[in-house]
């Protein structure tokens, strides 16, 4: 076959791709309907590929990069992606957002900047409980749109194969509309004031338009210099998603006629889960086999053991790039749990980038309810981050976040000071909060700044 990728067929097992079927994979549906996954699975994986082998190479030499303090990753988007957000201006508002984020970055430390959504794929969600009970009635748990439905009724609940394929087409649209967005002049940083039209005045807005400013002043300085401004009319960006149900993730892996070497083609990035990534289990297994640049979670429980294992199991090449290690300690614990990870690891010899995601230790729930984080923590573990890469010299590598490129009110605080009463005017994520277009920007502004201290 000439094309990029050829199809593995589910069932050959070349290379032992699917070893992983004989291990334990937590997280994954109940399906009702074996047959059905069958006939998805089947189909999806003669489908065309999301992504190139190519591509995701790239991005492994990007991610080498920011491990090595050349370069750092911003990675963000949606906790959970659905399909009736899989619109233009969602999907066009959320890469605004991180380019904005990466402008600041790039601007305010010097810094080249890989950008990386959570987008085209971050559909499924590992969950804490298989069951959620409202008002004495329970159902199955709203594992993403990707397999089952949100709305509270037995039939919405109902793992759904067809998902899959949905998952997969709405996936290949974005992707789309995120490439015509990226390369097509949209991000063409001489636009770098449009993309902040529109939005209300406050401190950050302020802050960045001065930003966007002093851009402009110097690229009109070398434009009467004579430079060549054609690369700035587009911009790399990479799509990333969790590797959680394998069966999606098996079917639309493809073999690189180039190398011999097997790609999961749904993202260039893939990553394991804090719930899914033991040693012996399945995801582990799975994307052992698989080329592409990976991540791993590391939560509070992590021991160095831990993640030198995973490194050995999942990087045994060492390669540069290969492999991201994306904490989330906590603000509390992350001073606490992370200098002994990153120390040992270090030691060892073992090439990791590691990432910062301060998200997904902080969630609390409101007095009023409301699963949320405050703005306050997320940017405590990010200093704590860099404290601890600081002390150790270390590289502080990247920024993982959940984020919208909308006026949500997710998140606790922030200059709008979102208050426990106005979290319920714009809470519209169906699984974790998200910062919103403003807390975001904020976020990227004070990042700029360890950043230049890195
Ligand atoms: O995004 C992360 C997890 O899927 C999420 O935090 C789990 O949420 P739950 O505890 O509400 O199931
Ligand atoms: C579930 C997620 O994170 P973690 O595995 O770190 O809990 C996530 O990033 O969506």
């Not at 489908?47 to 080498?64: H, I, Q, S």
Request: with cysteine; net charge negative.
């Amino acid at each position: 076959m000439s094309s990029a990728v050829d199809a593995v067929a589910p069932g050959t097992d070349p290379d032992g791709l699917d070893r992983f079927r004989d291990l334990v994979a937590l997280q994954q549906p109940t399906w009702p309907d074996a047959d059905a996954l069958a006939a998805v699975a089947a189909r999806l994986s003669v489908a065309a590929p999301l992504v190139v082998p190519a591509e995701a190479d790239t991005l492994t030499e990007r991610l080498a990069a920011a491990g090595r303090g050349e370069a750092f990753l911003l990675q963000g988007g949606d906790c959970a992606e659905t399909f009736a957000d899989a619109n233009a201006t969602r999907i066009r508002n959320k890469v605004r957002t991180i380019l904005q984020m990466a402008v600041v970055l790039t601007h305010g430390a010097s810094t080249p900047v890989v950008k990386m959504g959570r987008l085209a794929g971050q559909y499924a969600k590992p969950r804490s409980s298989d069951l959620e009970t409202r008002d004495g009635v329970t159902l199955p748990c709203y594992r993403g749109d990707m397999v089952n439905g949100h709305a509270f009724t037995p039939e919405s609940r109902i793992p759904d194969p067809q998902r899959l394929e949905q998952a997969y087409r709405i996936s290949a649209a974005t992707a789309n509309v995120v490439r015509a967005f990226t390369r097509g002049g949209y991000a063409d940083l001489r636009r770098v004031h449009e993309w902040n039209r529109g939005f209300m005045q406050n401190p950050s807005y302020a802050r960045y338009e001065r930003t966007a400013t002093e851009i402009d002043r110097a690229i009109r300085f070398m434009d009467a210099c004579g430079a060549d401004f054609d690369a700035l009319r587009t911009v790399e960006f990479f799509l990333s998603h969790e590797a959680l149900i394998l069966d999606y993730e098996r079917a639309l892996t493809r073999v690189d006629p180039r190398t011999g070497r097997h790609y999961d083609t749904s993202a260039h990035f893939l990553w394991i889960g804090e719930r899914t990534r033991h040693l012996d289990g399945a995801h582990v297994e799975f994307l052992s086999r698989v080329a592409n640049p990976i991540g791993v979670k590391l939560g509070p429980t992590t021991t160095a053991d831990d993640a030198l294992a995973l490194a050995h199991r999942l990087n045994p090449d060492n390669t540069p790039g290969r492999l991201t290690f994306i904490t989330r300690m906590g603000a509390s614990k992350v001073r606490d749990v992370l200098p002994e990870v990153v120390a040992k690891v270090t030691a060892a010899g073992v090439s990791v980038t590691w990432v910062t995601d301060p998200m997904h230790g902080n969630t609390i729930t409101s007095d009023s309810g409301f699963k949320t984080r405050r703005f306050t923590d997320v940017l405590d573990e990010v200093t704590g981050f860099f404290e601890v890469h600081r002390d150790l010299g270390t590289v502080p590598g990247g920024l993982h976040m959940e984020l919208t490129g909308d006026d949500v009110t997710e998140v606790l605080g922030g200059s709008e000071e979102i208050s426990d009463e106005g979290l319920a005017l714009r809470y519209e994520t169906l699984v974790d909060p998200r910062l919103n277009h403003q807390q975001s920007l904020e976020t990227a502004f004070q990042v700029a700044e360890m950043l230049t201290r890195r």
